[in-house]
Every structure is written in C-alpha cells, then in structure tokens.
T-cell receptor
Framework: GDSVTQKQGQVTLSEDDFLFINCTYSTTTYPTLLWYVQYPGQGPQLLLKVTTANNKGISRGFEATYDKGTTSFHLQKASVQESDSAVYFCALVDRRNMGYKLTFGTGTSLLVDP | EAAVTQSPRSKVAVTGGKVTLSCHQTNNHDYMYWYRQDTGHGLRLIHYSYVADSTEKGDIPDGYKASRPSQENFSLILELASLSQTAVYFC????????????FGPGTRLTVL
C-alpha cells in the first residue's frame, strides 16, 4: 500500500532562517501530495497541494515541490517567523478507494525562536 | 467557511467503560473521517463514511465502531475502552468530488485510566 516517511521529527530554527522539510513516498499511482499544518490546540489545516501536473505549490510564503526521480517532496520557506511554529505533516492522496483517503507522515515539529 | 465541531473536547474514561465521541459538520460534505493522533505516529485513519447509514473501516479499526446517522453527524464508539486508546481523536470532512482537502475539527483528548 501507499506509504509516507517523514524522518525529521523536530526542527528548531531562529527567525529569518531557511526551512526545509523532506518527505519520501511510495505509491503505485500518480501522486497528489499535500502539506498540512497543525497549530497548538487545533486540528490540521491544508497548507499546500502538489500534483504531477503543477510540480509546485505556493502559499503563505511556503513552497512545496516534488521530485519524481527520488519519490520525495519538500516544504520550504525562505525566512521563517515565530508564528510558523507548528507541526507540519505531509500526506499522500490515495485515489484508489472511495473518497480520498490520506496517508499521513509522522509530522515535523517546527520551533522558531524569536 | 467549513466548520467541523467535536464533543467533548476532553474526556477521562475508565478501562472497560464505553466512550462515545461525537462529530458534527455544517459543510454539506458527503465524506467524514475519524483519525487518532499519537506522538510518533502522526494521524491514522480509524473509520470513514461516504454516505449516511454506512461506515467503512480505515487502517486501524480494531476496538472502534462508527455510526453515521445523518450526513452531518458521525460518532466514534469505544465499547470497551483500553489504556492503549488514550490519544487525541480528530474528525474531518470532505466533499469527495475531486477536492482532496479534508477539514478537521479541533480534536478530542481522550485519557483512559
């Protein structure tokens, strides 16, 4: 079945640092990849979507790209702010089942020091 | 704006007791989902539903039942709560018409003692 691996469990940065989070995936279908962000005490919310058609998504200063050759996708931001402190999940869309099931990575907790 | 609410927001239950978690959405979405979140495991799908009066097993359904009495409501039932079911539970909804975005509720923190 589909799988997603997110190895970076925790990342600590200072304001204005560059952020790079990586996920690898495995699927037998054309992937649609999502990045969700979860702020403390809240449910996850969609941040970005990347498909084979667009190869890149941009939102709120974040950029998501994917590399078919290495079956990996990345979330990056040029200059993080303290307000970006949150948990970031990558998720793979499974189109083979009824509805659109998501397979989530284990999450990367980002802490940005002011 | 999409709205998914969950009740209760927090609950303490005893081992062997019955627990019911409720979810309500006002998005007019057909699909609803229950996930659990544990440190180190991310979000894992327990049950989901794409129509009222029908539920489907997700990836980790053992020990859980689900009920979808209407389009708006989706419940997760733990008939015999166990210590291992201590977690944060999230409900989500989506319209299932090619838009992958799932809208999540605020979560329920369940502690089984």
């Amino acid at each position: 079945g589909d799988s997603v691996t997110q190895k970076q469990g925790q990342v600590t940065l200072s304001e204005d640092d560059f952020l790079f989070i990586n996920c690898t995936y495995s699927t037998t279908t054309y992937p649609t990849l999502l990045w969700y962000v979860q702020y403390p005490g809240q449910g996850p919310q969609l941040l970005l979507k990347v498909t084979t058609a667009n190869n890149k998504g941009i939102s709120r200063g974040f950029e998501a790209t994917y590399d078919k050759g290495t079956t990996s996708f990345h979330l990056q931001k040029a200059s993080v702010q303290e307000s970006d402190s949150a948990v970031y999940f990558c998720a793979l869309v499974d189109r083979r089942n009824m509805g659109y099931k998501l397979t989530f990575g284990t999450g990367t907790s980002l802490l940005v020091d002011p | 704006e999409a709205a998914v609410t969950q009740s209760p927001r927090s609950k303490v239950a005893v081992t062997g007791g019955k627990v019911t978690l409720s979810c309500h959405q006002t998005n007019n979405h057909d699909y609803m989902y229950w996930y659990r979140q544990d440190t180190g495991h991310g979000l894992r799908l327990i049950h989901y539903s794409y129509v009222a009066d029908s539920t489907e097993k997700g990836d980790i359904p053992d020990g859980y039942k689900a009920s979808r009495p209407s389009q708006e409501n989706f419940s997760l039932i733990l008939e015999l709560a166990s210590l291992s079911q201590t977690a944060v539970y999230f409900c989500a909804s989506s319209d299932g018409t090619g838009r992958e975005e799932q809208y999540f509720g605020p979560g329920t923190r369940l502690t089984v003692l």
